[in-house]
């Protein structure tokens, strides 16, 4: 994160090097700049700050506080100050973390009210604590949790009870989570299957549920790609939204529906399912449809699903028979995408 968001470039301006003062050599001479630092200004005046913002905003818009967890500009602005000086030790290169005094703003700063003493590298490991302790931390943490595994919208009184665990327990997730998975909303009617899966996890799910044999998963990426998920191609620090609004369509919907039968029918390039084996002892397309709503969706489905399907079951080319050849067997592959393209396999 301290790379992506340069971090590792931000210079206090009464630092050192935002000053241009070149460090001091053996004896005491001064010796060449670091790497990057500018000139030394013409006298009473000072050279650009170099002071990075990008990183101290995230950490508090996306990481803790939220967007709206009440800081300011100057909050922000003094939580860069706090974190100049941390940078990278080659950071092309991969290197690790570095703490550069030359790089950091001197004198005490002021964030969220709170008085930060100077004290180097240990500031910023202050203004974290404090981040973390800070009850709406502890909701947004929460709410997102909820989010991400009981619904869109998740209750209030689920996330409340999920902030106080946070607090009390000093942020421990597990404890969170445990409080999450013993509530009554998340067992409750409303929240079963209450998330859509993001493309991700319906590609995914659909070659667990089926057994496919992945050889080479590029099809799959490009079919993540046109269903606008590229793995690691989110280029905003927020990631890809986990709710249903972003990825429910008629369009992407039918982009679903595509892929799930190519997937079954072998049409997709490098994957293979061995549909003989998911209907195996059917006899007829009847039977293969409750061998594989057993199999692909625990044989929770819904009535209307199921008569949805049932009646695409006397079309000759998904039963694989012509009127007068009842003993032909079903198109498994063909019912199979069927489901995978069903409502219920698109929740998770």
Known sequence: MMFYLDNWLSVGPDSE??????????????????????????????????????????LMELHTLSVNGGYSQRDVSEVAKVFTGWTIEQPRKGGGFRFEPRMHEPGNKIVLGHRIKENGEKEG????????????????????????FVSDDPPATLVERMTQTFLKKDGDIREVMRTMLKSPEFWSPEAYRGKVKTPLEFVVSAARATGAQVDDARALIGTLNNMGMMPYGMQPPTGYSMKADTWVN???????????????????????????????????????LAVLENSLLAGDISKQTHDTISKQLDDPQIAQRKLDDAARPPNVAAITGLILGSPEFQRR
């Open 125 to 148: 490991l202050e203004v974290l604590h404090m981040l973390a302790r800070n009850p709406k931390t502890a909701h947004f943490i929460s709410q997102k949790l909820a989010m991400r």
């Open 17 to 58: 090097v935002g000053l241009g003062i070149a460090p001091r050599g053996r004896g005491g001479r001064r010796r060449g700049h670091l790497p990057g630092a500018q000139n030394r200004p013409a006298k009473g005046k000072k050279l650009a700050t170099g002071l990075n913002e990008n990183y101290g905003r995230e």
């Open 250 to 288: 008629s369009s992407a919907l039918l982009g679903r529906m595509n892929f799930a039968l190519g997937l079954a029918a072998g049409k997709v390039r490098g994957v293979s399912v061995n549909t003989s084996q998911l209907a195996a002892g059917a006899t007829n397309a009847q039977q293969a």
